[in-house]
């Protein structure tokens, strides 16, 4: 018995997150940005726990696993299920994400009338800050690259 709903692949789960990443471009919130997120990362196990996924793609998942936009991902992830991280959390990338909303916030003519839609900014630990839809972009190449490189 399957408590997927229908996913049953890694395809399936990178078709989700293709579809996360459309809400997100339609129009930026929070509750999209966290599940786009957990799609992301989860994409690891999907792949790693499928028993049609060569031992080569499998070996290369730490290389995906260390790319630091899949770490975002990993960090949204785990704070999203645990409420906060820990001090001592392994391999944190990320310091915090900042959302805001309301007139001149963005992208012109999204969002509720008069309420706009949330600008969401992606801060790292070292200072390096960017907009969530470049980030999202960046994670959707990711995945979209390793798949096509390993035939998944």
Known sequence: MSLTAGLKKPRDMLAKLHTEHSRLKT??????????????????????????????????????YRNPDIGVCRDITNESKHFA????????????TSAMSGYEV????????????????????????F????????VVDAWDAFFSKHGL
């Open 27 to 64: 129009s930026v919130t929070s509750g999209d940005l966290m599940n786009f997120a957990i799609t992301g990362y989860h994409l690891i196990e999907w792949i790693r726990k499928n028993p049609s996924t060569s031992v080569t793609a499998k070996n290369e998942l730490e290389a995906m």
């Open 85 to 96: 991280l820990k001090k001592d959390y392994e391999d944190r990338v990320t310091d915090k």
């Open 106 to 129: 963005g992208g012109y003519g999204k969002g509720p009338y008069g309420i706009g839609e949330d600008s969401i900014v992606v801060v790292l630990l070292d200072g390096t800050r």
């Open 131 to 138: 907009d969530s839809l470049t980030w999202a972009q960046r």
